[in-house]
Nanobody, 124 residues
Framework: QVQLVESGGGLVQAGGSLRLSCAAAGRTFSSYAMGWFRQPPGMEREFVASISRYGATRNYLDSVKGRFTISRDNAKNTVYLQMNSLKPEDTAMYYC?????????????????WGQGTQVTVSS
């Protein structure tokens, strides 16, 4: 497992942007598949985006395609989630997740390392 720490959440108006960051401890970050998930208030956690070890493959939840971009910088042990054109329905606690060995994974059960989450609130 790897220790993950998210940052970058906050309060933003609809149509605005935020960039979430997830910093990983350790020297084997490039070996990890990474993902972002979110949990809206009173709802279950859901997949948002995932990225393979070197970024060649990326998957997205249909409702965020064209608005969100997942990326990673293995030299900085960090994965990002750029969120543009935010909507009130994007309001949630956002979590990053990792697993080794790498690949591309879209399910909660596939990940064994989780951060503590960062809150994103989009006002209308």
């Amino acid at each position: 497992q790897v220790q993950l720490v998210e940052s970058g959440g906050g309060l933003v108006q609809a149509g605005g942007s935020l960039r979430l960051s997830c910093a990983a401890a350790g020297r084997t970050f490039s070996s990890y598949a990474m993902g972002w998930f979110r949990q809206p208030p009173g709802m279950e956690r859901e997949f948002v985006a995932s990225i393979s070890r070197y970024g060649a493959t990326r998957n997205y939840l249909d409702s965020v395609k064209g608005r969100f971009t997942i990326s990673r910088d293995n030299a900085k042990n960090t994965v990002y989630l750029q969120m543009n054109s935010l909507k009130p329905e994007d309001t949630a606690m956002y979590y990053c997740a990792g697993r080794i060995p790498g690949g591309i994974y879209n399910s909660i059960k596939d990940y064994d390392s989780w951060g503590q989450g960062t809150q994103v609130t989009v006002s209308s």
